[in-house]
């Protein structure tokens, strides 16, 4: 099975930045797909940004132009780093991986990490 751990999550003041990292262990050869989801309280959880192994992005409306997903392959890592935040942006934050290759066999199920709060408030 794939662990994820987040890391990076904070208070941040509206117009701020932060950067997320996610590191994904568990002796399998490559991820097809990382990602991000976020989840306030009392909603769902939502997509907010995934990435291909080959780097092809996917963003939610509400962050596209302030949001930027990224991954280092050799490292299984993936980040978000986000910029002009809004109180909007509060939630929990979690990663994500499906796709888990294992030589010839792929695990097609979702991988969750434990999330990490992210709170922007003056």
């Known amino acids: 099975q794939v662990q994820l751990a987040e890391s990076g999550g904070g208070l941040v003041q509206p117009g701020g930045s932060l950067r997320l990292s996610c590191a994904a262990s568990?002796?399998?050869?490559?991820?097809?797909?990382m990602g991000w989801y976020r989840q306030a309280p009392g909603k769902q959880r939502d997509l907010v940004a995934s990435i291909s192994s080959g780097g092809i992005t996917n963003y939610a409306d509400s962050v596209k132009g302030r949001f930027t997903i990224s991954r280092d392959n050799a490292k299984n890592m993936v980040y978000l780093q986000m910029s002009s935040l809004t109180p909007e942006d509060t939630a929990v934050y979690y990663c994500n991986s499906k796709d888990i290759w294992y030589g010839r066999s792929v695990d097609s199920r979702d991988y969750w990490g434990q999330g990490t709060q992210v709170t922007v408030s003056s």
């Open positions: 568990g002796g399998f050869l490559s991820i097809g797909l």
